[in-house]
């Protein structure tokens, strides 16, 4: 149904404008308490998925990637729609509008999506008040939302720390986890900020300024994780990996959008990254030790990319492309797949320790 719902009227729309027809209509449904839980009930991951992290109880392990939600404006419709949790932004510490349109277009062919959005976003100040006014829902209380961050287009590379900090000191209170986004292709030089020499002191700032807001507002230290490119050679994938163990951070997101196509300007995401992300995740674990952290993305559009993901060292995954796809019922079918797996696991560690005995 949704399939040719898509090919008789949104490919036929400007992306952009079909994204915020579809964000607008998941908000609405959201927004009425018995119909958010009927849809909810409908579209539900079975609770043999839930993952433990960080204290927390995360309902799914396949969440929504940065970009869908950049505002903090649908985080219950996402969570309603069978996601675990949401990655909102990615946030800047100043209102931007992004870059011209046209900005973002679809790969048919690949079932793709390149972007040159450029952090369109209301600005941080604006977001933390609004994740502060779902903090006192008893529904957004129980979201899991991470808050990714990036630089304002007009803050030269040598105030980034600073700009990355007032955005952490803002937004911390209210997140679950933070990301510090250096990988967006779309803002120049901001792939610059992935050399580790450059990379220290804006994660140091945003460490110190996360922590000095959490204490102010007695709410938990926030994990904080760093999102890397596809286009990193392995070398500068094991630095960041180091950087990561150096400073005591608590992950790695990998990976964002690729540069790596001859489509014209922006980012790829959707199958064209999954390879490169698999083989990134597979890296940094093997880097990283198995306490750390992975959130694997890119390239998510079935079960059974979610469950490579996780396979070769991931964590958590996240989807955007492959929703835009497949529709309303791609988190509950990934999500039911994850659940049956975990399902299986269980039965044979089960039996494993019963033959032991």
Known sequence: MYRLLFDLVFRRMDPERAHHIVFALIR????????RDLVGAVLAVPAAARVR????TVPSALGVAAGFDKDARGVLGLVMMGFGYVEVGTVTARP????????????????ALRNRMGFNNDGSAAVAARLARLRRTPAGRSAFVGVNIGKTKTTPLEAAAAD????????????????VNVSSPNTPGLRDLQAVEVLRPVLQAVRTAADEATARAATPPVPLLVKIAPDLADAQIDEVADLVCELGLDGVVAVNTTIAHDLGEGGLSGPPLLARGLDVVAR??????????IIGVGGITVPADAQEYLAVGATLVQGYTGLIYEGPSYARRIGRQ????????????????????
């Open 284 to 293: 940094l674990r093997s880097r990283l030790g198995p306490d750390l952290v």
């Open 164 to 179: 990355y900090a007032t955005s952490a000191g803002r937004l911390a209170p209210y997140a679950d986890y933070l990301v």
């Open 96 to 111: 931007q509008p992004g870059n011209p349109k046209p900005r973002l277009w679809r790969v048919l062919d690949q079932r």
């Open 28 to 35: 609405s449904v959201a927004a009425v308490p018995g119909l």
């Open 338 to 357: 994850l659940a049956i797996d975990a399902d299986r696991r269980r039965r044979e560690e089960q039996a494993d320790g019963q033959e032991a005995a």
């Open 53 to 56: 992290l960080w204290d927390r």
